[in-house]
């Protein structure tokens, strides 16, 4: 996903689906989180466990709302979500990779 650099849209969204493809109902996930760190450095870490929001738990749709400051620095991210299920255990969403951030540098 692209978003210019202090913008706060648009929201990183995902559907959460299992290994063939198939959406994953979440609805009653009692926690959802949003990480993303520096492709380029993987230690700077400018996102970490921030509240995610759950869109649409039957259709597996999740998101992370941007808050003041969190485009402010251009770059190449990689995200991801953390879902901790009302039964089970926690998991990531994408299970492989990352979400691609990128922060492009505004003009003015």
């Known amino acids: 996903m692209i978003v210019k650099q202090g913008d706060l849209f648009p929201d990183v969204e995902t559907t959460v689906k299992d290994e063939n493809g ?13 990480s993303m760190r520096n492709s380029r450095n993987p230690s700077s870490v400018p996102i970490n466990g921030a509240a995610g929001v759950l869109v649409n738990g039957p259709q597996g749709q999740i998101a992370f709302r941007w808050g003041a400051g969190q485009t402010d620095v251009a770059g190449t991210y990689e995200g991801e979500f953390k879902l901790t299920p009302a039964a089970g255990d926690a998991f990531r969403v994408p299970t492989s990779g990352y979400i691609t951030v990128i ?6």
């Open 22 to 34: 198939v959406v994953v109902d979440i609805t009653g996930t009692s926690q959802i989180t949003f």
């Open 103 to 108: 922060i492009e540098p505004k003009v003015g």
